[in-house]
């Protein structure tokens, strides 16, 4: 005899939820995790990774939509940004890390989308990339806006982060590749 197993819309709201609050506040946590670096007004920090992460697990929808409420947090005023940058709420979206800030709902958005299942790894490792290279965008953007010249953005806000986000495409790739499947699955 078989058995159908009914699940409500409702019984899976509260861990969507709390995967939203959970992504949001993770970000928020490796935005704590800042190092200065000289010559840049961007520190290097493990932001990009946590979104990449957040939007890999949660999926498209909710890796984006934990993102959005992450920016909301820190516009609201909470410090849940990164702390060497002493911009607070929205004039941070406006200073020199607002551009990847800014990116981060749509980088979370194609991480999602790109990785599905988890499965695939050349899929994972093509939708870290295709994350990492919006943050970057974002975040070559704003200072292009407040330097005034590409290659003064470029020299500040994509050069001294290649190396480092080299490792974060490894670590993430492993990471999405090992528990994607088992958190979608719950989601």
Request: proline fraction near 7%; aromatic fraction near 4%; charged fraction near 10%.
């Amino acid at each position: 005899m078989e058995r159908a197993i009914a699940v409500s819309e409702r019984s899976l709201t509260l861990p969507r939820v709390m995967a939203v609050i959970l992504g949001a506040a993770f970000v928020a946590l490796a935005a704590q995790i800042a190092v200065p670096l000289p010559g840049t007004p961007v520190p290097m920090t493990l932001q990009p990774l946590a979104v990449l992460l957040v939007g890999g697990l949660l999926g498209a929808r909710l890796g984006a939509t934990s993102m959005v409420l992450y920016l909301a947090l820190g516009i609201a005023g909470l410090p849940v940004f990164t702390p060497t940058v002493p911009l607070v709420g929205v004039a941070r979206l406006l200073g020199p890390t607002g551009g990847y800030l800014l990116a981060y709902p749509v980088a979370a958005w194609v991480v999602g989308t790109m990785v599905r299942d988890g499965r695939d790894w050349a899929r994972v490792a093509l939708g870290v990339l295709a994350g990492l290279v919006l943050i970057h965008v974002g975040g070559l953007a704003q200072l292009a806006i407040l330097t005034g010249t590409l290659s003064g953005a470029a020299r500040l806000a994509t050069l001294p982060f290649l190396l480092g986000d080299l490792g974060k495409l490894v670590v993430a790739v492993a990471v999405l590749t090992k528990l994607t499947p088992q958190i979608r699955a719950r989601l």
